[in-house]
Structures are given as C-alpha cells and as structure tokens.
DNA sequence: CTGGATCCTTCACCAGTGCGAAACAGTCAC
DNA sequence: GTGACTGTTTCGCACTGGTGAAGGATCCAG
C-alpha cells in the first residue's frame, strides 16, 4: 500500500493546496491530467505521474519520495562535530558534540538529563551546573539550523524542529 | 532539446551501464521497459519513465535532473596546479595543489589538518604554524571560483561551495 | 494561597588554546 | 630586478570548558 506521508495532489485542479505543501516541506505526488505539461518539481521532494497511471507507479514514485522526505526530516551528528539539518550545518565542540548525540538518535523524543550527562562525562560532570550550561550553549548553536531543545522538567531534554 | 549532461539509460537491458553512471555521480533516466517493475533510484540524480512515452515527459523529466546535477558539481585539481569549480579555474602553487587534494576528494566532509597537512608535507610541516598560513592562502585563492574553505575547530577543514 | 524547595536558565568571569592574519625574510625563475 | 612561492615570527581574537551566582519557573506542604 502507499506510504501515508507522501501526499497525492490533482494537478492543476489543486495547485492551491501543492503550494502549501511545497511550503511546509511536505513531499507530495502530482497527478497529472492527461492533457496537461507536468510542473517544474521545485525541490527533490515533489514528483508526477500522468493519469490515468498504473498504480504499481504511483506507488513506486512515492515509495521513492517517502524516505527522501524521512532523512531530510531528522539531524544527523558527524563525527561528533558536524550537526547537520536540511542542507545546513555547524561545527559543534567535542563536548557539545558528545551531548547532541543522544539527542538526535532519539530524535523528538525525551532524552534523560542522565543519559545527555554521560554521554559528555562518562566519568561524571565536573560540576552539578555543567549540563545546564553547556545546554545552553547546545541550544544556541542548534538554533541556527532550526534546532530546538525543549526541556522536559524532572525528565530530560528533547530535541526538535523550530 | 535534451539536456546533454542527463543519461539516458534502457531498463534493464543496460544495467551493467547504470552502475557506472551510479558510481560516478551522473544524471541519468531510465526508459523502463513496458512491463518491467522500474528500480528503486539510488540517489535523486536518477529518474525513470515507463517507455513508451510521450517525448515531452522524457524531456521534463531530464529537465528535472540537470539543475540537481549541476547543483552538484564537485571541483577539480588538474595536476596539482588548476583548481576547476563551475566553468571556473584558477592557478595554485605546487603547496596549494597538495593541500586542496584532499579537500577536493573529501568535498563537502571535515578532513583532518593532519591529513592536509601531510599531503602537503609528507615528512612533517616546516612549522607548526606553516598550515594555517597556506591555508590562508588556499582559502583566498579558492574564493575566486566560489569555493570556501571552512574551519571545524580542532579537527580539520571543509570544502564547500559558496 | 503562600512560602519554601527544587529544578533549570542565564549571565559573568577566567584560563587555556586553536586559529587567523599581517608582516617580513629567504629562495628561485625569468 | 621583479614577482611568485615558501618559510617564520608575532600578535590577538574567539572559542572552549569550567565555575559561581542570581533569578525565574514549577511544584508541594501546610
């Protein structure tokens, strides 16, 4: 059956609700009339296929945009310095580094205050404020690739996008 | 007219030929065979269409895979001494040569100062200092052809368009 | 509802260090 | 000599990791 998240639209009769999924990021299978010019896919995560179509096709194209969309969806942590997010990255500190890593394997899940510290010091944090602060500065950085961590009191942190 | 640069490729008489295009990078679109199942692409360089199909599909769709191909492109080190980005080249010294190697291999990914470092002097730099001043260099020259070379603190150096 | 305990955020500061950048000098080819 | 290439020194900034402290937010006992 068709993956769920890949969103089937009749074009052009709907070209007002692609453009709200072109701007939400959303990928999307064009379906398009016999008659008429396909679109220019603005971005990799839009594709068409002429009506009337074999279903076997329209599953293949969007089987093929499902996991595109999945990987543009979550971070990815390189090395332990490189946080990347939709085509965008930044240089993370060793620490910073060790510390994001739990977070985005768990990605858009609560991460414990506990688990995040032991990733950083394995051996125990140098002070019982050290986590806090260095948070904060994980916090600055993951927002400037349209990264939030949201704290989650008594439990842990969570990362997700803005 | 068809794009040049995008492959067109018979499915799957030519598979052995698709490997190729695969390995290197290339654009390529599949012209699936009536009652073949079309493979899953690999990459969002490579397309497929159900043959046989109206030309004008066959042609928007390799007008789709261009501008991701050219979006693409990696640069070049020709002989240690041309460094080639987009339709642009400019001279480098035997030392940049060595450096931008790795860095050209690698594009896009952290290398290590040690390992640029040692492509440029295998036996050991001069000074310890010695690679942050060529690299100054480097960096000045590679911004003529819309190269930049940016810094991942205490683990290398990355190669990225500007 | 109120005051305190707890958890967390944020700021300011410090020491150590990696790296950028300029300036200068030596060498070599033409 | 002139200019390109390379080596060397020096200065200083910005990043990093650590620490204390102030204060906000939330929860709970009474």
Redesign the pocket.
């Known amino acids: 059956m068709l993956p769920m998240d890949v969103t089937l639209v009749r074009w052009p009769e709907e070209s007002a609700r692609l453009s709200l999924l072109q701007a939400e990021g959303a990928p999307r299978l064009l379906l398009v009339r016999g008659d008429t010019e396909p679109p220019m896919p603005i971005d990799e995560l839009e594709d068409w296929v002429r009506i009337p179509a074999d279903d076997r096709d329209v599953r293949a194209r969007a089987a093929t945009l499902a996991p595109r969309a999945a990987a543009r969806l979550r971070p990815q942590v390189h090395d332990d310095d490189l946080l990347r997010f939709r085509d965008q990255w930044i240089?993370?500190?060793?620490?910073?580094?060790?510390m994001a890593r739990p977070l985005v394997d768990r990605f858009g899940a609560v991460v414990a205050?506990d688990v995040v510290s032991r990733s950083?010091?394995p051996a125990g944090?140098?002070?019982?404020?050290?986590?806090?602060?260095?948070?904060?500065?994980l916090?600055?950085?993951a927002r400037l690739v349209g990264l939030e961590?949201?704290?989650?009191?008594?439990?842990?942190?969570l990362l997700q996008a803005v």
């Open positions: 240089a993370l500190s060793p620490l910073e580094g060790a205050r950083a010091w944090p140098p002070t019982r404020n050290a986590l806090d602060v260095h948070m904060l500065r916090r600055r950085r961590v949201r704290t989650v009191r008594a439990r842990g942190y």
